[in-house]
């Protein structure tokens, strides 16, 4: 689905901090969104999280930098995280150039399938609602 200028795959999670979640059985894949890359800047720092470690839904667990943004990265699910994507400690603009593909954060064994139901679709009107007011916030 398009809003705007931003993409947002219709078979994707996504949460009110801008973050995208791809389910693949229990394996939730997580990164930034097009937008969110967006009103982030070029992103020039990633601390990566630790592979093994639980972690909570809602729970920052990574942090991310920009020009003119320092934030820490919540779990959208929570679970153990499985993966991480080392690539972006060595080109952590992948997040700005491939925000869907090799620009992803992370990857967490998801303890509790009923946390994405949590989470917003981009079919969903309230989350068509929120990029609008959003956009409307950023000037985006």
């Not at 801008?18 to 020039?44: C, K, M, P, S, Y």
């Amino acid at each position: 689905m398009k809003i705007g200028p931003y993409t947002f795959p219709d078979d994707l999670y996504y949460d009110r901090e801008h973050n995208w979640a791809r389910v693949d059985g229990q394996t939730v894949t997580q990164g930034l969104t097009d937008f969110g890359q967006a009103i982030a800047g070029e992103i020039i720092y990633i601390e990566t999280p630790r592979v093994g470690r639980e972690v909570k839904q809602g729970e920052a667990f990574m942090s991310m930098e920009s020009g003119k943004w320092v934030g820490r990265v919540r779990a959208m699910v929570g679970g153990r995280i499985v993966a991480a994507n080392d690539a972006l400690e060595f080109d952590s603009t992948l997040v700005n150039s491939d925000p869907y593909g090799a620009g992803w954060l992370a990857r967490i064994d998801m303890a509790d399938p009923a946390d994405l139901g949590r989470l917003m679709r981009a079919s969903d009107p309230a989350f068509a609602e929120f990029i609008a007011a959003e956009r409307a916030k950023y000037q985006k």
